[in-house]
């Protein structure tokens, strides 16, 4: 059976991103997407758009797709938060815009860490401020920028609170 949460979220929050990046990019822009392909790559694919993904490596520690690979925009979708260093990651790439969207932290709820998975945790749930701040301490100026709530299927007092409380924060940023 398939929740709630499967049926609304990921098809809410990969449209949004998606027409922000379709309010932004160029079909014509080839972009770098951290992470392996998924359907969020796929989807923007299949909307036109060239994106090439990195092969899971840990960013962390080794940056050579950030390198080695041509493109004009660098597209991290709830990857920063998974990174001990994303100044690192952002200091090391060559594009000359960033799409980037994180998980904003909130006060009602502790950061996320999967029981199943030691690699699925959050380091940094970030504050708006926080990402700005990285993002233009790495050389870039936020052009625009987006938040916005995501509802889940349970019951309680969170779940009342997620529905209104933004927590996804997107950015575009230029090279300055």
């Known amino acids: 059976m ?4 499967e049926k609304t979220y990921p098809k809410e929050r990969f449209k949004i991103t998606l027409d922000f990046i379709k309010k932004h990019l160029s079909t ?3 972009i770098l997407d951290l992470g392996v392909e998924n359907p969020l790559s796929s989807l ?7 994106v090439i993904n990195t092969s899971g490596e840990d960013l962390d520690d080794d940056q050579t797709a950030l390198q080695k690979n041509n493109y004009e925009v660098l ?14 990651v952002l200091k090391n790439c060559k594009a000359n815009k960033i799409v980037i969207s994180v998980p904003l932290k909130l006060w009602f709820a502790p950061a996320y860490q999967s029981k199943t998975d030691s690699r699925d945790r959050h380091f940094h749930e970030f504050e708006e401020w926080q990402l700005d701040w990285l993002i233009e301490k790495c050389g870039y100026k936020i052009i625009d920028r987006k938040k916005w709530a995501h509802k889940v299927g349970k019951w309680g007092f969170r779940p009342f609170l997620r529905r209104f409380t933004p927590r996804y924060y997107l950015i ?5």
């Open 75 to 88: 597209t991290a979708f709830e990857i920063f938060e998974h990174l001990l260093n994303p100044y690192t």
């Open 172 to 176: 575009i940023a230029e090279k300055i």
């Open 2 to 5: 398939v929740s709630m949460y």
């Open 28 to 30: 014509d822009e080839q």
């Open 44 to 50: 923007m694919k299949q909307s036109g758009f060239k």
